[in-house]
């Protein structure tokens, strides 16, 4: 609350507010008005139906409050404080769904990656029949396979015949088996337009007429030894794809 202070030239009291508006003002025609106390008092009687003569609680009581609410209105500064927002915030739960585990996942990876390397291992005794077959058809093929893969080398070296290019693959599993050991069926569409049987010493094609260049081979890749090998691989040739 601001605090009046005497004014030494005049004796009037000053408050101390910084705002420049004083808490009680005085008339222009040097106080030809009535005092503040007087006035709240006979405003309070009018109110009240009291006289305004009469000391009674009313004017007692309303004329303090008057003035000081006169005074700390003239002083005070409101100031608005603006307290941060607190909304609450939504809790959010991301729900990732959960992707069903397939058990026969590295079976079919373990399969398909054993038939890759064994027709890799094929194109490669093929290219040059009269050298001994790579070590990986032995590592990648087993049983009727690797027998099959064996007899062919030997028939290109007889005919003097050996294969140019390689073939392309669309391969996929299409049976999973999970016995002891687990076996997997394999079938793919072998396209071998660009791997081409020549005569050796002439170089023409050695190819038999009528032969589709597209046909579907069924394979049985399965465990041997600690590592997965094909066991089986057929070629039909009356079967175009």
Same mark, same amino acid.
């Given at each position: 609350?601001?605090?009046?202070?005497?004014?030494?030239?005049?004796?009037?009291?000053?408050?101390?507010?910084?705002?420049?508006?004083?808490?009680?003002?005085?008339?222009?025609?040097?106080?030809?008005?009535?005092?503040?106390?007087?006035?709240?008092?006979?405003?309070?009687?009018?109110?009240?139906?009291?006289?305004?003569?009469?000391?009674?609680?009313?004017?007692?009581?309303?004329?303090?409050?008057?003035?000081?609410?006169?005074?700390?209105?003239?002083?005070?500064?409101?100031?608005?404080?603006?307290?941060?927002?607190?909304?609450?915030?939504?809790?959010?739960?991301?729900?990732?769904?959960?992707?069903?585990?397939?058990?026969?996942?590295? +079976?079919? =990876?373990? %399969? $398909? #990656?054993?038939?890759?390397?064994?027709?890799?291992? !094929?194109?490669?005794? *093929?290219?040059? @029949? /009269?050298?001994?077959?790579?070590?990986?058809?032995?590592?990648?093929?087993?049983?009727? +396979?690797? =027998?099959? %893969? $064996? #007899?062919?080398?030997?028939?290109?070296?007889?005919? !003097?015949?050996?294969? *140019?290019?390689? @073939? /392309?693959?669309?391969?996929?599993?299409?049976?999973?088996?999970?016995?002891?050991?687990?076996?997997?069926?394999?079938?793919?569409?072998?396209?071998?337009?660009?791997?081409?049987?020549?005569?050796?010493?002439?170089?023409?094609?050695?190819?038999?007429?009528?032969?589709?260049?597209?046909?579907?081979?069924?394979?049985?890749?399965?465990?041997?030894?600690?590592?997965?090998?094909?066991?089986?691989?057929?070629?039909?040739?009356?079967?175009?794809?």
């Amino acid at each position: 609350m601001p605090v009046a202070h005497s004014d030494s030239s005049t004796g009037s009291p000053r408050t101390g507010c910084t705002t420049g508006r004083p808490g009680v003002q005085r008339s222009d025609d040097g106080g030809s008005r009535p005092p503040l106390r007087h006035r709240v008092e006979r405003s309070a009687s009018r109110r009240w139906g009291v006289n305004r003569h009469a000391k009674t609680w009313v004017g007692r009581w309303l004329a303090p409050v008057a003035i000081g609410s006169a005074l700390l209105a003239g002083c005070s500064t409101q100031t608005e404080q603006k307290l941060p927002s607190t909304s609450p915030s939504s809790a959010t739960t991301s729900t990732t769904p959960t992707r069903s585990i397939d058990p026969t996942a590295p +079976a079919r =990876a373990a %399969a $398909l #990656a054993a038939y890759a390397g064994f027709w890799a291992a !094929k194109v490669a005794s *093929q290219a040059d @029949p /009269t050298q001994p077959p790579p070590k990986a058809l032995e590592k990648y093929s087993t049983d009727k +396979a690797l =027998a099959e %893969a $064996l #007899a062919t080398v030997l028939i290109l070296r007889r005919n !003097k015949i050996h294969m *140019q290019g390689a @073939p /392309t693959h669309a391969v996929q599993v299409v049976q999973v088996q999970t016995d002891d050991p687990t076996r997997v069926t394999l079938t793919d569409c072998l396209d071998s337009s660009k791997w081409i049987p020549l005569f050796t010493e002439t170089g023409k094609s050695a190819l038999a007429p009528g032969q589709s260049a597209r046909v579907v081979v069924e394979s049985v890749a399965t465990q041997y030894a600690g590592r997965w090998v094909i066991k089986s691989s057929v070629a039909y040739r009356d079967r175009s794809c």
